[in-house]
Nanobody, 131 residues
Framework: QVQLVESGGGLVQPGGSLRLSCSASEFTLDYSNIGWFRQAPGKEREGVSC????????YYSDSVKGRFTTSSNDAKNTVYLEMNSLKPEDTAVYYC????????????????????????WGQGTQVTVSA
């Protein structure tokens, strides 16, 4: 079974930055739409961004737009989530997953629909924002 691998989480102060990585050893990420998700304790998993292979667009939920940026390095077969101006409410386990093209967009992110379409989930990486 194909599985993605997340890394780069850690403890950061409010206002700080972190860069998460999502990699795969058994398929080429450039051929897939890659979504980033997070799940805080006691809350449902939510989508935060999607990098579209279909139209090349980067899509973000309203809760992270302007603070988070998704990018990719095809040579390293890795997708990144650059997180800036972090807030305590960003504390969560962050996951990446492949996403169908029809769910890789702003509406699906903000309604939560994208979460139902995620595949090839990784184990996640913990991000804690605290003073």
């Amino acid at each position: 079974q194909v599985q993605l691998v997340e890394s780069g989480g850690g403890l950061v102060q409010p206002g700080g930055s972190l860069r998460l990585s999502c990699s795969a050893s058994e398929f080429t990420l450039d051929y897939s739409n890659i979504g980033w998700f997070r799940q805080a304790p006691g809350k449902e998993r939510e989508g935060v961004s999607c990098l579209s292979n279909n139209d090349g667009g980067n899509y973000y939920s309203d809760s992270v737009k302007g603070r988070f940026t998704t990018s990719s390095n095809d040579a390293k077969n890795t997708v990144y989530l650059e997180m800036n101006s972090l807030k305590p409410e960003d504390t969560a386990v962050y996951y990446c997953a492949t996403v169908p093209s029809w769910l890789c967009g702003r509406v699906a992110l903000n309604t939560g629909a994208i979460t139902r379409g995620g595949r090839d989930w990784g184990q996640g990486t913990q991000v804690t924002v605290s003073a």
